[in-house]
């Protein structure tokens, strides 16, 4: 499988004998590394990198996408090259899902269905007391169902979250991380700092899946399309958020692999730095390796695979082959 | 699954195209030597662009396969050459 690369020095990326090579200066000399360009899957960039057109027209030709994070490790853009895989029957079809309310109002219920999924199974993994949880699953789940608007969505959506964040301080029980309130712009305490950081990133990875099928990534369903975003891939994130990002937040600090030494103390530890933002990305590629078998397709898949077949299923449901259901971790 | 190429070949120029290709596939270990993980299709497609390159009468290139990556352990007597990392 091609690998993702996270490139966290200074450096220059280029294109040198039919490959790609990143230099660095380390002790006053360069160092070259070379990446295969056969084995490149997309690369995150966080360190301040210098790269030519003839690099970015070689990646180009092996359709590799590279994503951009500024200093503080906020996504500022990616670089998609020309998409070959396009399909105007299926962008047809995207665009008469969007339109037609009752279709549009059925995915993005999916959406939320398979975020509660996860958030539900998130807490029942760490062992919360059920009586904690039973607003969420008695009262609002069942509201998810009965909602007409994308906007009367968002709200029931809103409320489980609230309560879901709440939780996270019985999961977590270091007062470092004291989950307050979820405050996203600029996120305000670490670990607000955590989740919009392994957000970004996911939404990414995502991107990356969808701009290897024909589905065009800024017609969206539960996010309005309107935004100068990507929001397919917000709309598919709800679902993973709280499967591949939130038991890694959990797992980090819990396990103490993650302390407050890895927050930038001038800025409040309201940012991670280059150090806890290493380790983060470790054991975010980690968990995207991970397989499970598949009780379909009778092979193991790992769980950046399973982005990939929820990509698949929404082009069955577009052409009418398949009525799209959410992905359900089943174990 | 796994693989590690070793190669001896007599003419430099053909030498050095075959490392050329080896690089946009595998990693690098040692002097004549590479390695990694790759697809068995990749690995047809290599091995192909090398069959065009080198001389059969006198280049001779080794494939060593191990179908699961986690079977393969590497230990490393003295300095480690080149270390595969995709952090950067």
């Known amino acids: ?331 | 699954m796994f693989v590690i190429i070793t190669y001896d070949i007599t003419d430099d120029r053909r030498l050095n195209k075959v490392r050329k290709v080896l690089k946009r596939y595998l990693y690098w270990s040692q002097l004549s030597c590479f390695e990694g993980i790759i697809t068995e299709g990749k690995l047809a497609q290599c091995m192909a662009e090398i069959d065009k390159i080198i001389d059969k009468k006198e280049d001779s290139i080794y494939v060593y396969q191990v179908k699961n990556p986690k079977n393969i352990k590497k230990k490393v007597l003295g300095i480690e050459k080149s270390y595969i990392d995709n952090f950067l």
């Open chain 1, 1 to 331: 499988m091609p690998k993702r690369f996270y490139i966290n020095s200074n450096g220059r990326l280029k294109r040198k004998e039919n490959t790609i090579y990143f230099e660095t200066e380390q002790n006053g000399e360069t160092a070259k590394k070379v990446l295969p360009v056969n084995d490149i899957d997309s690369i995150y960039v966080f360190g301040e990198l210098d790269i030519n057109t003839k690099a970015l027209n070689y990646l180009s030709q092996y359709d590799i996408p590279i994503h951009f994070y500024n200093y503080y490790g906020y996504y500022s853009g990616s670089f998609l090259p020309r998409k070959k895989n396009v399909s105007g029957s299926l962008l047809v079809e995207q665009v008469r899902h969007y339109l037609e309310e009752r279709e549009r109002q059925y995915l993005a219920i999916s959406f939320i269905e398979g975020a509660v999924f996860h958030i539900l199974r998130n807490l029942k993994k760490n062992k919360i007391p059920e009586e904690k949880f039973e607003e969420i699953e008695k009262e609002f789940y069942p509201k998810v169902f009965e909602t007409n608007t994308p906007e009367e969505l968002m709200a029931v959506e809103g409320n489980i979250r609230d309560r879901y964040y709440q939780l996270f301080n019985e999961i977590i029980k270091n007062p470092d991380f004291y989950m307050k309130k979820r405050e996203k712009r600029p996120p305000d305490n670490p670990i607000n700092a955590l989740i919009s950081f392994g957000n970004s990133i996911l939404y990414n990875t995502i991107l990356t899946e969808i701009y290897r099928t024909q589905l065009d990534p800024t017609i969206s369903y539960l996010h309005s399309p309107q935004e100068k975003r990507f929001s397919l891939s917000l709309d598919l994130a709800e679902i993973f958020k709280p499967f591949i990002i939130d038991p890694l937040i959990f797992s980090l600090i819990n396990t103490k692999k993650i302390t407050l030494k890895d927050f930038d103390k001038d800025l409040n530890f309201a940012y991670l730095n280059e150090n806890g933002r290493k380790k983060f990305l470790k054991a975010y590629e980690e968990r995207l390796n991970k397989t499970i078998k598949h009780r379909k397709l009778k092979r193991k898949v790992s769980y950046r695979q399973l982005i990939r077949l929820e990509c698949y299923k929404l082009i069955k449901h577009f052409i009418g082959d398949e009525d799209y259901k959410p992905f359900k971790a089943w174990w």
